[in-house]
């Protein structure tokens, strides 16, 4: 989820792991982007990769959901989006009672772009729907 564009990308991997998630930060963040997650281990080479990576911890007995680190009483450092995103996810599949690995790629990409639409317009309705736009005799 981008802060500042505020827009989300997600992609569907075969695994979780370290070397997959690296290559997906990589091929859409740039150098110097600031990655905020959890203290899972499969974020563990951010800082080679040239991002900047900013954890909260979730575990424990001191757990911690979101940090202000500058004081400014703005907790920035947190991952508290994502989580919701993922809750959306799943609320959005739970009608489906069940979604074949296979499609799995498509449903997330049909919630992502749902996610990512800010604005439903005529026209954009019209192109969706295959319907001609309205011819203004008029003019």
Not at 40 to 63: C, E
Not at 77 to 88: A, L
Request: hydrophobic share 35%; with cysteine.
């Amino acid at each position: 989820m981008g802060r500042a564009t505020h827009e989300f990308r997600s992609e569907v991997l075969d695994h979780a792991s370290g070397a997959e998630l690296e290559e997906v930060i990589d091929c859409t963040t740039l150098e110097g982007t600031t990655v905020n997650t959890d203290e899972g281990k499969g974020y563990n080479g951010l800082p080679r990769m040239r991002r900047v990576h900013v954890t909260v911890d979730h575990s424990g007995p001191k757990s911690t959901w979101a940090r202000d680190d500058d004081g400014d009483g703005v907790r920035e450092v947190h991952c508290n989006t994502q989580e919701g995103i993922w809750t959306g996810v799943r609320n959005y599949l739970r009608p489906f009672r069940g979604v074949s690995k296979w499609y799995l790629a498509q449903y997330e990409a049909i919630f992502q772009w749902g996610y990512n639409i800010k604005a439903v317009t005529d026209e954009f309705l019209r192109i969706l729907l295959g319907i001609r736009p309205i011819i203004d005799l008029a003019s």
